[in-house]
């Protein structure tokens, strides 16, 4: 197949496949399976592949393949390395996080002003900062050192676009 990246500016690659499973989450279809270019399973979107030629070519799916498995250490679908993070939930959202299971892996500790300590080891940190991003000024992550940083860069980025915008915009 030609597959199209994200992570590489839409870079394309060619590459060859043995699919395991198609999975639907979230609204996107994934295919997942052995990857020959990285020698790994791999996840890849559907939408993504340009061009797709079936083969000759027989594989069976190996019997420990265990997608339930598979899909656990993603905070969503991602995987990547696995890194502890730590994310501090003030008060006000604090009953929204305890109430949800957002990964398998999670501890939530109270503190005394309300607040929770949400902890979790997940694979990959970019799924953890879009979620982080989403609850605003009531989530701030302690660790990893280098995820607070990109939150705090991202925010940054958004003040400055918001100045520039609010600037530009006429008084309603």
């Known amino acids: 197949m030609i597959y199209r ?32 270019l990285r020698k790994e399973v791999r996840m890849f979107v559907l939408d993504r592949i340009k061009i797709l030629s079936v083969t000759n070519e027989s594989f069976e799916v190996p019997g420990d393949f265990d997608l339930e498995m598979y ?8 995987h990547d390395r696995p890194v502890k993070v730590t994310v501090r939930f003030d008060k006000k959202v604090a009953g929204y996080i305890k109430e949800k299971i957002w990964h398998h892996t999670q501890r939530i500790e109270p503190e005394k002003d309300g607040s929770i300590l949400f902890s979790a080891e997940v694979a990959g940190t970019d799924e953890v900062r879009h979620w982080v991003l989403g609850w605003g000024n009531h989530a701030e992550v302690l660790e990893p050192e280098f995820l607070r940083e990109e939150v705090a860069w991202e925010l940054s980025a958004c003040v400055k676009a918001y100045t520039r915008l609010s600037r530009r915009a006429e008084p309603v």
């Open 5 to 36: 990246t994200m992570s590489r500016g839409g870079e394309e690659t060619r590459r060859r496949v043995d699919p395991y499973r198609i999975l639907f989450f979230d609204g996107t279809f994934y295919l997942i399976g052995w990857c020959h």
């Open 71 to 78: 899909m656990r250490s993603p905070f969503r679908v991602i």
